[in-house]
């Protein structure tokens, strides 16, 4: 299940907010990884990007926070 927003503390997480951003608002993450993918166009690889996901638990609830490169793209 994937949310469009999170709160961390009174700030609200959003999709397109960079990696300094977040570690910003929420400080650093309870646990992350790392992976690199292939860039495709079409069937053609044309470069390499960096997948971090960073998780925050607490008490209420986990997130995954999904980045691509420095920006967030997603909120598991």
């Known amino acids: 299940m994937a949310d469009s927003a999170f709160r961390c503390g009174n700030e609200l997480i ?14 650093a993450p309870t646990s992350t990884s790392e992976e690199t993918q292939d860039v ?7 470069g390499k990007t960096t997948v971090a996901r ?3 638990a607490s008490y209420s609830a986990t ?10 793209v997603r909120i598991e």
């Open 14 to 27: 959003e999709p397109g907010m960079t990696q300094g951003q977040v570690l910003a608002q929420c400080g």
């Open 63 to 72: 997130r995954v926070l999904v980045f691509d490169g420095d920006k967030l």
């Open 40 to 46: 495709r166009s079409g069937p053609q690889v044309v």
């Open 54 to 56: 960073w998780t925050y």
